[in-house]
């Protein structure tokens, strides 16, 4: 006979499998509609006419394993999601920058002239965390981070390069936005096993934890 504890375990689970179904379904759509609505742009924009706002990068520095905040002053967009989209896109370009400590290999001229290829993120999308019917709503958001298939080839290989890059995701996002308290992974639309082969993305990880990254 089944316990009880068993059946509410079970019951989680499986809201928890629709739920996350449910994100990546509405996250493909979401993806695919952008690419479909978007002309060639350059791979980071922002509304120039709103005022510039200081916001804080974490960037990774690869000698010592260490996240260093750096300060920035841009325009900022009011919609959150938005908000979140920049401040990720603009901490990945740091990556690819010539005397990045956290490199990652530019894009090459075939990548510059595919139109998809170009962007490191693909969609980043905020929702309410997920909860057994019955409970009461959680406090804050979880973000839905979906990195491009470009970005993930790209990608050195190895889990110190590969954590502190979600750290570096992890901090920045807490800074900047901190009703985020919760960050998922995706690539290319899906959930995949690790990033670049090592750094797990299959589970649901804390924002505020940049430390360890873990839940």
């Known amino acids: ?107 090459g001229a075939a990548d510059q002239e595919n139109d998809q290829a170009t962007q490191d993120l693909d969609e980043i999308f905020l929702m309410p965390i997920p909860q057994p019917k019955g409970l009461p709503p959680a406090k804050g958001e979880m973000a839905v981070v979906d990195f491009s298939a470009a970005f993930a080839a790209a990608h050195p290989s190895g889990i110190e390069p590969e954590t502190l890059t979600l750290l570096a995701i992890l901090g920045t996002l807490h800074d900047n936005l901190p009703n985020i308290t919760q960050v998922h992974f995706l690539v290319d639309g899906h959930q995949k096993d690790t990033l670049a082969g090592h750094a797990d993305l299959t589970r649901v990880y804390l924002a505020e934890d940049t430390a360890t990254g873990s839940q």
Do not use: K, Y
């Not at 379904?25 to 509609?33: G, S, T």
């Not at 990068?57 to 920049?86: C, F, H, K, W, Y």
């Open 1 to 107: 006979m089944i316990s009880r504890a068993r059946r509410i375990l079970f019951v989680v689970m499986l809201v928890a499998t629709v739920t996350m179904a449910t994100i990546l379904i509405r996250l493909r759509e979401r993806a695919q509609d952008r690419l479909h609505a978007l002309q060639v742009e350059a791979p980071l924009s922002w509304p120039v006419s709103a005022p510039p706002e200081s916001i804080a990068l974490l960037i990774p520095n690869d000698t010592d394993g260490s996240l260093v905040e750096t300060r920035r002053s841009l325009p900022m967009p009011q919609d959150e999601s938005e908000r979140a989209r920049v401040l990720i896109e603009t901490l990945l370009h740091q990556f690819r920058e010539p005397h990045s400590t956290h490199p990652i290999a530019p894009l």
